[in-house]
């Protein structure tokens, strides 16, 4: 179409560039509104006669047969009645029926495979077209820049803007709220009316589903650009392309694949009671699943897929929509990719919330298998052939999956939600076993242990999906895409940063205020010697801070801060959520808050608590439910405010006080208000925070109030997650080797019995008798270590015994290593860790009431202000590089000089560095794997208890024999404070950046 260059600028030609685009690159038919265009209706009725009786002639002549002249009118009217009663969208997918059971399809989808040529036809015989300047209303004149037909249906409307003429997609969003008023419209009427509503100019896009004048909300649908919002440059192109255009990015939106797998595959309609709500996937949610499931088809099976997606963005979906897709998924030859697809999470929260999501876009009824029962449940799925399996990784480590075979020439889509290190994990192996195992002819035991291993590396027949917004070094490594440099990145990317400049989710740290608590403690009992000692010591502290005068003092803080700031946000439905230490802070909160807000006469704020188990109370056991007045699975809805069906509950709750549970896997968009007393750090600081960021309409802002962390702790943990996360260096798999030389070279190991402990280990199914056998072996190198009478060796051994094991795991999965000693060494060193031996320790000492009393609390303001991280504030990943004894950092040198300096000053010592090294040989004693997932998973303040409790007694142990090291950790308290301080930071590290 030629132009005078006087209006080249105008808003006109980015309209017709996109409808000669769509007529000449994408097939459509370009129709007349004034001559086409029925506004009664909604539709292009020629085309829909068109479309039916062109594919479907004899339904059509049948029709006619039966209502002779007035057959157009009845089909019309009953067309009608569908698109009034049922919607487009399901009158799209299944048709419409006219007496005598006349079937007419509506819309043709894409087969799954070619393989059925008459389906292939019918899809390619839908006819897209497309009209501008659409008269659309019987009652004004008012017109729709650009409309879409899919067989003369109305799907798509749009309204274009021209930043050149001073008018944005902003402009036209305000066009659709101020001018589009759905009242009496059919084309524009929810369900009926079109599907969705573009509003875009030449370099942004955005969409809705629902008109509902000046309350309509729009969505972002753009690209992204340098990791945040907007579009990239196209050259010779608008940016916004992508829409009506082909290229890099794939197929265009509006394209016949693309849009008529959204309306087919995509959209669903989402019902929460009374509240209806059309899905139509975002950019990111679409292009992840077809660029994923696009090289699936090309590549096949066996490949792993990193889908970094920020919290809040609808992950949930994004990989409901990938099952389905997957099941679904024909290579180039039409043979099917993907058996079944498994989803699979590590927290049975959001096992919950995945399976109704996942249950939400079934169109087939029986597709969908959630795993709710026992283990034995998914069992018998797998072995039938379920298509799609929701359950949780733990129902894989059991007995019944172990029997499971025969599904080697059988291939998986395994997606896993939140993948963190829980997937280098033994749930995991099992998983990958159950998927793989095929019975084995074979007596050689090589071969026996040559498969085991193989079974933990890639495997051809599985392909991974792995979904987080927050990925660990080893998630990167195990699941990334290696780029040009040769380390991983995520395959597909829609980060945190994007997600907050699209105004998808909240900056959760742009109102951040920080509290410093500090308290006095004077003993009651002066001279009670049994208040000596560091371990008293830290006692008492957790006593101080449990004590009701210093929850007393915050809960008045948060009270009256959220009934200042925070209540009237939403119209008053705000809420707000008080993270705690433990269960027990959890209590203690919930009845300060209760008791505070009795005391004040605020009888229009109400306070749930959520824990899991019983707590003491008074004497006797109490539940969440006892004191909520409900049972557990109510409290959502409750604190929600409204029942299952849309209507209100009686009571209202603003403030959920929690510990651990609903801390994260809890989506509730109402929540504007954090109060955080307890350390959080790593993912564990992004994943609780960021409960606050889900949008809702009239929701602005959010507050978080932090007694316990600074802005510099919450900004160290997001930073290396708000644009893409990327490591410095792959880890060297070579490492392996080294440690096995580092093993050996300690004297414990002997080949021969490793060698014959996999004889028998391997050999097969094991009995009872194989037991003490197994043992027996194992037990010699136990006696060679217990010989050893230098513990510092002995405790460096058992150190790099767990390295082995860990980095071990972390590797084979990674790679195929081809080598069998390593996994007789792996095996057999699981055991040897089991039965290293242990000591007795002293008792606990009890701290009462009676010995301690608060002098003083009191709750400075500290620091106030925004955390938000700038365009590029982020942090790479280290690779796995260290074992053993970790290099210190700067702050654990200066940190270390300090004690030695105390040692040397306080007792007369002479310890040099080299010799205060021996209190590393502490952690590998006592961080086990249950304490590794501690560290790693919850804050510093919530798991330090139980690490210093570990700390204290295995001091106690290692120093057994050294009567000057001993006597100085039991008797000199600072001393002590000092170096389990030190103990606990280097665990806590080596917790969080090991494999």
Request: with cysteine.
């Amino acid at each position: 179409m030629t132009i005078s260059a006087h209006s080249l600028h105008k808003e006109k030609v980015l309209q017709d560039h996109l409808i000669a685009e769509l007529v000449c690159g994408e097939g459509y038919e370009r129709r007349d509104p004034k001559v086409d265009y029925d506004r009664a209706l909604a539709m292009d009725k020629g085309l829909v006669l068109r479309f039916i009786q062109n594919t479907q002639p004899e339904a059509w002549e049948k029709l006619f047969q039966h209502y002779t002249a007035s057959a157009e009118d009845v089909f019309f009217k009953q067309l009608d009645k569908a698109l009034k009663d049922r919607g487009l969208l399901d009158v799209l997918r299944k048709g419409i029926k006219i007496v005598p059971g006349i079937a007419l399809s509506l819309c043709y989808f894409r087969p799954a495979s070619g393989l059925e040529p008459k389906r292939v036809a019918e899809y390619q015989a839908n006819i897209l077209s497309v009209m501008d300047e659409v008269e659309y209303s019987q009652k004004h004149g008012g017109r729709l820049d650009v409309v879409l037909f899919v067989n003369g249906l109305p799907v798509v409307i749009i309204e274009a803007k021209n930043t050149a003429t001073g008018t944005t997609f902003r402009n036209a969003e305000k066009q659709y709220r101020d001018d589009r008023s759905p009242a009496g419209e059919p084309l524009l009427t929810f369900k009926r009316g079109a599907l969705v509503h573009f509003a875009l100019d030449q370099d942004n896009a955005s969409m809705t589903t629902r008109l509902m004048n000046g309350k309509t909300r729009f969505l972002p649908f753009n690209r992204g650009r340098d990791d945040g919002a907007g579009n990239p440059d196209v050259e010779d192109e608008f940016r916004i392309s992508y829409l009506y255009k082909s290229g890099a990015w794939g197929d265009a939106i509006f394209s016949r694949s693309v849009l008529l797998d959204v309306i087919g595959q995509f959209m669903h309609l989402e019902v929460n009671g009374k509240d209806e709500v059309m899905i139509f996937p975002r950019f990111q949610q679409l292009d992840a699943v077809r660029k994923v499931m696009a090289h699936a088809k090309a590549h096949g099976t066996g490949r792993n897929y990193l889908i970094q997606h920020s919290a809040g963005s609808g992950k949930s979906n994004t990989i409901g929509w990938l099952a389905h897709h997957a099941i679904n998924l024909h290579g180039d030859a039409d043979d099917q990719v993907f058996n079944t697809a498994i989803i699979v999470t590590d927290r049975v929260v959001l096992d919950r919330q995945l399976q109704g999501t996942i249950t939400q876009f079934e169109q087939t009824p029986g597709v969908v298998k959630k795993i709710d029962g026992t283990s034995r449940q998914l069992k018998d799925a797998i072995a039938r052939g379920a298509r799609i399996i929701v359950t949780t990784i733990q129902k894989f480590s059991t007995d019944h999956l172990k029997e499971l075979s025969g599904q080697g020439g059988r291939t998986f889509a395994v997606i896993v939600d939140e993948a963190h290190s829980s997937q280098s994990g033994k749930s995991a192996q099992a998983m990958t076993d159950a998927l793989t195992r095929e019975a084995n002819s074979s007596d050689d035991i090589e071969d026996l242990i040559a498969e085991y291993q193989k079974a933990r590396g890639p495997q051809a027949n599985i392909s991974f999906f792995a979904f987080t917004a927050t990925p660990r070094n080893v998630t990167l490594e195990r699941f990334g895409v290696k780029g040009e440099d040769g380390l991983p990145n995520p395959f597909h990317l829609y980060s945190m940063r994007q997600a907050i400049e699209e105004k998808f989710i909240l900056d959760v740290l742009q109102n951040y205020m920080t509290y410093k608590a500090y308290y006095q403690l004077e003993k009651a009992i002066e001279d009670d010697p049994e208040l000596s000692g560091r371990k008293g010591q830290r006692k008492v502290a957790r006593y101080a801070s449990l004590h009701p005068t210093a929850i007393g003092q915050k809960v008045e803080i948060i009270v009256e801060h959220f009934r200042r700031h925070v209540m009237r946000e939403l119209n008053g439905q705000a809420k707000a959520m008080i993270v705690t230490q433990s269960r027990e802070h959890a209590l203690k909160y919930f009845l300060g808050v209760r008791t505070y807000i009795k005391a004040q006469g605020y009888a229009d704020l109400k306070a749930l608590v959520a824990f899991s188990g019983d707590l003491d109370l008074d004497g006797e056991p109490t539940t969440e439910a006892d004191l909520n007045g409900f049972s557990e699975t109510e409290l959502p809805g409750r604190f929600d405010g409204f029942k299952p069906g849309g209507t209100p509950y009686p009571e209202t709750y603003h403030i959920l006080i929690v510990a651990e549970k609903y801390q994260t896997g809890f989506d509730q968009p109402k929540l504007c208000a954090m109060y955080v007393d307890r350390k959080l750090s790593g993912l564990q600081a992004v994943q609780t925070l960021s409960r606050l960021n889900r949008t809702r309409a009239g929701k602005e802002r959010t507050f978080i109030l932090d007694f316990q962390n600074t802005i510099d702790d919450i900004q160290t943990a997001f930073r290396p997650f708000y644009e893409v996360t990327t490591v410095e260096a792959m880890s060297d798999p070579n490492q392996i080797y080294d440690l096995e030389g580092r093993l050996f070279k300690f004297g414990y190991l002997d080949k021969d019995e490793i060698e014959r402990f996999a004889q028998t280990y391997f050999k097969g199914p094991l009995s009872t008798a194989d037991r003490p056998r197994l043992e027996g072996l194992v037990r010699q190198a136990v006696i060679r270590f217990e010989a050893d009478g230098d513990e510092g060796r002995q405790e460096e051994f058992r150190q790099l015994l767990k390295s082995f094991n860990r980095f071990y795991a972390f590797v084979a999965q990674v790679i195929s290593l081809d080598d069998t000693s390593l996994e007789k060494l792996a095996s057999y060193g699981a055991w040897l860790s089991r039965l290293l031996p242990n000591r007795q320790v002293p008792p606990e000492i009890e701290i009462t009431d009676d010995m301690i009393r608060l002098q003083a609390f009191k709750v400075d303001e500290k620091e106030q202000g925004s955390a938000s991280l700038a365009p590029g504030d982020t942090q790479v990943l280290a690779a796995i590089s260290e074992f053993g004894a970790k290099p210190y950092t700067d702050d654990e040198m200066k940190e270390l000089s300090e004690i030695i300096k105390s040692f040397n000053e306080r007792h007369g010592t002479q310890f040099t560095e080299a010799q205060m090294t021996r209190i590393e040989a502490v952690n590998p004693q006592i961080v086990d794997d249950n304490m590794r997932a501690m560290l790693r998973n919850n804050p510093p303040d919530v798991v330090r208890l139980a690490y210093e409790q570990a700390a204290f007694q295995g001091m106690i142990r290692m120093f057994q024999n050294d009567a000057e090291m001993r006597d100085i950790i039991l008797t000199d308290s600072e001393i002590r404070k000092k170096v389990t301080g030190y103990l606990f930071g280097r665990a806590l590290r080596e917790a969080r950046g090991a494999a």
